[in-house]
């Protein structure tokens, strides 16, 4: 996934880090036994979901062909390669 460019878009970055505070929230209020702190904490991990698709959708993700493009251009440049 590395070579694809796979999550590299600020759709995928914001939708991780809001995720990523989330999951952190809920991990402190369970520490503290405080129900009601960690499933706030789910809620932002939720909207994190959801911001990112939004994000996403407004066209700040990756395109759906940019697998394949990306697999033909290294399919044709790893070609010139071999042949020099």
Do not use: N, Y
Not at 43 to 66: H, L, N, T
């Amino acid at each position: 996934m590395a070579g694809s460019s796979h999550g590299h878009t600020p759709a995928a970055w914001t939708g991780v880090i809001i995720a990523f505070i989330g999951f952190c929230v809920s991990g402190a209020f369970m520490v503290m036994a405080q129900p009601v702190g960690f499933w706030a904490g789910m809620a932002i991990v939720v909207i994190g979901g959801i911001v990112g698709w939004v994000m996403s959708a407004m066209g700040m993700g990756q395109p759906k062909d940019a697998h394949d493009s990306f697999q033909s251009e290294l399919a044709k440049s790893q070609a010139a390669h071999a042949k020099s």
